[in-house]
């Protein structure tokens, strides 16, 4: 009897020892939620990391405040509904806190290019549109009025978020949408750490106002990689990375809706690339990494450019279009801007690309950029300092090549 109360209190005593301080608290496993977003929202409403669907033309209203926490996967399915986009009203917010492990990303189920509206906002910053309006009409299909006189307009801050399929024409609009559109957003909005991926329209385009961007990634995108109009005039951008494949338009289409502003956007440490065989959307002569036209212009540093060859149709007969590393469409914009010193672009690293030098679209467009506005340098760092993570990966590939 005695050995065995030995023997019990021997066991009792292992068994102790396993659950004093040797013990290691587990993790907690935090299960996703779920659940649909669809209509327009109304409250303040935040969406726990979860996976969620978005069905139609969500609209967040003004006043509103929408966030979504980090990890959190929003999906659109064409087939449940034909028109899907998320759409942040003058006035309302969306907060996106993602993290470069655990981005937020919106995306549609076929990952097909062109099945959805992707991330749609306005805002009250000043624009200068065609005619010199201070107002316009969006061309996305909401046919919502833009712009006013709100510099410093706050349309919420967007961190590590990724569109994916994106650049559907919705509600019978006049053209397909982006991955990301900013209709005269301010300088009050946040825009840090974004992929557009494979759409079937622009990476990102702005249509006036003020505000900045910050570590963008376009890639895969049919259109160009980055575009605006309407008096776009951000002054703090910097970390542009766009990689065109399969097919492309422009690296970077500018235009200003044919005003002569006083103003321009300002965007340093820039990365073009264009990869091998990539053509444009319907083989014509969109295969430069600069375009500027109707007015555009912008003070623009530190740039790689990579792989801008052009191509030669499949028409009889054949054309070839060479790329260039910048195109000055009209005589116009040569006049005002790249005379006016409205132009520059300084510090630029050219490779593979077919001309390297600013050159006009015609022969009767003599480019002849004044000293200091433009310059090469085979030290050009581009985009190095961005650095990738789970935030820049689709499907295992690292989208910074």
């Given amino acids: 009897m005695k050995k065995l109360i030995f023997s019990l209190s021997i066991i009792a005593s292992i068994f102790t020892g396993c659950t004093s301080s040797d013990d290691e608290t587990a993790t907690p496993i935090t299960t996703p939620a779920s659940g649909t977003i669809t209509g327009t929202i109304t409250t303040n409403t935040t969406y726990a990391y979860g996976n969620y669907s978005l069905v139609g033309i969500v ?3 003004s006043g509103v405040t929408v966030t979504f926490d980090a990890g959190s ?7 449940v509904a034909t028109d899907n986009a998320l759409v942040v009203l003058n006035g309302g917010k969306l907060i996106i806190n993602g993290t ?9 189920v076929s990952k097909i290019p062109g099945k959805w509206g992707g991330i749609i906002m306005y805002g009250d ?24 006189t709100n510099p410093a307009h706050n349309g919420g801050s967007l961190h ?5 399929y994106a650049g559907s024409q919705i509600a019978s609009g006049v053209k397909e949408n982006n991955g990301f559109t900013f209709y005269s957003c301010g300088s009050g909005t946040t825009l840090d750490h974004l992929v557009s991926y494979k759409g079937a329209d622009d990476g990102y385009e702005f249509f006036g106002g003020t505000v900045s961007a910050t570590n963008l990634i376009s890639y895969g995108n049919y259109d160009d990689a980055f575009d605006w109009q309407d008096g776009w005039q951000g002054q703090n951008n910097s970390n542009w990375y766009g990689y065109q494949t399969g097919k492309a338009n422009y690296g970077m289409e500018i235009e200003a809706s ?3 502003n006083t103003y321009y956007p300002v965007v ?3 990365t073009l690339k264009r990869a091998a065989g990539c053509r444009s959307e319907i083989d014509n002569n969109e295969v430069d990494a600069f375009q500027f036209k109707k007015e555009g212009n912008g003070f623009f540093d530190n740039i790689i450019i990579d792989g801008y060859l052009g191509l030669t149709t499949t028409a009889t007969p054949a054309v070839t279009y060479d790329g260039a590393v910048v195109r000055i469409e009209d005589t116009t914009t040569n006049t005002n801007q790249v005379n006016g010193s409205k132009i520059k672009v300084t510090n630029v690293k050219v490779t593979n690309t077919n001309i390297l030098t600013p050159i006009g679209r015609s022969a009767a467009i003599s480019v002849s950029f004044p000293v200091a506005n433009w310059s090469t340098n085979a030290s050009a760092t581009g985009c190095s300092s961005l650095v990738g993570g789970a935030w820049s990966t689709v499907d295992g590939v690292n989208l910074i090549q």
């Fill in 73 to 79: 996967t929003i999906t659109c399915d064409r087939t």
């Fill in 100 to 108: 470069a492990s655990s981005p937020v990303v919106f995306t549609e």
């Fill in 268 to 270: 340093s440490n820039i």
């Fill in 59 to 61: 609209k967040i209203n």
């Fill in 160 to 164: 590590y978020a990724r569109v994916e």
């Fill in 125 to 148: 910053a000043p624009i200068n549109a065609a005619g010199g309006a201070t107002t316009s009409t969006s061309e996305d299909g909401n046919n919502i009025v833009y712009g006013g």
């Fill in 258 to 260: 044919s005003q002569n």
